[in-house]
Nanobody, 118 residues
Framework: QVQLVESGGGLVQPGGSLRLSCAAS???????MGWYRQAPGTQRELVAV???????NYTDSVKGRFTISGDFAKSLVYLQMNSLKPEDTAVYYC?????????????WGQGTQVTVSS
């Protein structure tokens, strides 16, 4: 079984930056990797995704502030978060998708807390 492990979360002041990392326990030829987040009392939402071909997409609230990048050969994905706002506070989850033939497998990390506060 492959495991996804996030790191880089923590406490940061408004306007600050943070870089999240996600590493798979072994190299897997994922098709898509991305980041979700969930704040207390809210549904989990997609933050950013990147495909193995390099295409990216972001939720509107983070466009221009966050940048997703990935090294699919090493099963690694990153999220650079700049100009952080208190509303970015949430648990951030790494996600990866592997599709083979007609079967799709979805993998999740354990989550890392990001708190934006003065």
């Amino acid at each position: 079984q492959v495991q996804l492990v996030e790191s880089g979360g923590g406490l940061v002041q408004p306007g600050g930056s943070l870089r999240l990392s996600c590493a798979a326990s072994r190299s897997i030829p994922f098709n898509v990797m991305g980041w979700y987040r969930q704040a207390p009392g809210t549904q989990r939402e997609l933050v950013a995704v990147i495909t193995s071909g390099g295409s990216t997409n972001y939720t509107d609230s983070v466009k221009g502030r966050f940048t997703i990048s990935g090294d699919f050969a090493k099963s690694l994905v990153y999220l650079q978060m700049n100009s952080l706002k208190p509303e970015d506070t949430a648990v951030y989850y790494c996600n990866a998708v592997l599709t083979l033939w007609d079967n799709t497998n979805n993998y999740w990390g354990q989550g890392t807390q990001v708190t934006v506060s003065s």
